[in-house]
């Protein structure tokens, strides 16, 4: 089985088991969202389900329109029953490294406002601890103006090396839905108390948000090689 494969069969678990008829669902970004859209208009069209989607990026709200579902914003759907997106790294103790797609902000955002947040995978995702495979850092969302001060900061205070995040098809900067920078923080060992670190980072001035997610995950679904899912459990 490919990591497409692997995806497709944990999005599609979790659609079948979260979302309900009449739901408010939030919208997950990334590459396996795309099977949870598409395992949801399956649904849509074959059960007549009710379902108001709200996006977490640019990229969700055009799968929604894609696949002609029903669009729904914050500001008149506030209360969310469930929210299905990716991860770039899931822990044993369920923290998520997020944003390697540049949403964390949107995504951290909508979570915040669900009942429950599901995480869908391939197992290359799966560790025991952040950063045993996902080797590309923390993702932190700046203020344009005040990159080179938050970069020195968390170096200070952490260690490891903070890059800004490049764009590939532009010069310069990758900038997020929201206007700003992205620095990545490639931290020098997996032994933090990440609650901690998320909190410590948070407070320093011109800092957005992280893409660390600690106490959001309810479950998880991981995409296996021989096509089963694997599941991980809140506590």
Known sequence: ?????????????AVDEFVTNNCIFGVGSGSTVVYAVQRLAERVDVENLKVTCVP???????????????LGELDTHPNIDVTIDGADEVDSKMNLI?????????????AS????????????????????????????EVIPMAYVPIKNKITTLFGGDVKL???????GPVVTDNGNFILDWLFPNNSF???????????????????????MCHKAYFGQPEGTVSERCAL
Request: charged fraction near 25%; charge should be positive; glycine fraction near 8%.
């Open 1 to 13: 089985m490919t990591l497409e494969q692997a995806k497709q069969v944990a999005a599609y678990r």
């Open 56 to 70: 977490t990026s640019f990229q969700a709200k055009q799968l929604i329109h894609k696949y002609n579902l029903t």
């Open 98 to 110: 997020k944003g390697g797609g540049g949403c964390l902000l949107q995504e951290k955002i909508i």
């Open 113 to 140: 406002c669900s009942k429950k947040l599901i995480v869908i995978a391939d197992y290359t995702k799966d560790s025991v601890t952040l950063g045993d495979h996902y080797k590309k850092g923390i993702p932190v």
């Open 165 to 171: 995040r490049n764009a590939i098809a532009k010069a």
């Open 193 to 215: 108390d990440w609650e901690e670190v998320n909190t410590i980072i948070k407070l320093i001035p011109g800092v957005v948000e992280t893409g660390l997610f600690i106490n």
